[in-house]
């Protein structure tokens, strides 16, 4: 019998790789990829007979509007969670960006949480706080808590974080402190 790749019931593995996904950010990509559609259609296929300048604003609004709101949620469709005896890398979407890596050096504790909403953070993706700190929410659900040195703290929503939580404890308890 195989066991589960994110087991860790002896030492860990050197590289401990996590996701989170979320299926609702295809259909706001969808509504972007609409207004795109409608922005190119104007431009086509339009008999306005007020101006050119409406055409153009309705047209350039539409492809703008479209761009970001596909761009901005295809970003956030998944993070990738990467573990390895240095740091902790967090790369969201299919292009890897928005990125993160943070040096274990730099990590003081890590804990686990049941539930991180978009509600507590306002919004999906990569949000910051000033009275809880820095995260990347594609997701409600679990997630890691990663405790910084320096006071700050770094919130991932990740599938199995309870496993990425015991992997990063270990490394810590072999990895020396803070670097100043």
């Given amino acids: 019998m195989r066991e589960h790749p994110h087991a860790v019931d002896g030492p860990p593995p050197d590289v401990w790789t996590g996701r989170a996904t979320n299926r609702v950010q295809w259909l706001l990509a969808l509504a972007g990829a609409a207004c795109m559609a409608?922005?190119?259609?104007l431009a086509v296929d339009s008999a306005w007979t007020t101006g050119t300048a409406p055409l153009v604003m309705s047209v350039v609004g539409c492809i703008a509007a479209?761009?970001?709101?596909?761009?901005g949620t295809l970003a956030f469709v998944h993070v990738d969670l990467r573990l390895d005896r240095e740091c902790v890398e967090v790369r969201c979407g299919h292009m890897g960006l928005p990125r993160r890596r943070i040096p274990l050096s730099q990590v003081a504790g890590a804990d686990f949480t049941a539930l991180v909403t978009p509600r507590h953070w306002g919004g999906w993706g990569y949000r910051w706080r000033p009275e809880k700190g820095t995260a990347v929410v594609v997701r409600r659900g679990e997630g890691i808590v990663?405790?910084?040195?320096?006071?700050?703290?770094?919130?991932?929503?990740?599938?199995?974080?309870e496993?990425?939580?015991?992997v990063i404890r270990h490394r810590l308890r072999t990895t020396p402190g803070p670097v100043h």
């Fill in 66 to 71: 479209g761009l970001l709101v596909l761009f």
């Fill in 38 to 41: 409608l922005g190119v259609e």
């Fill in 163 to 166: 496993s990425a939580v015991r």
């Fill in 146 to 161: 990663l405790r910084l040195w320096d006071g700050h703290t770094f919130t991932i929503t990740v599938d199995n974080a």
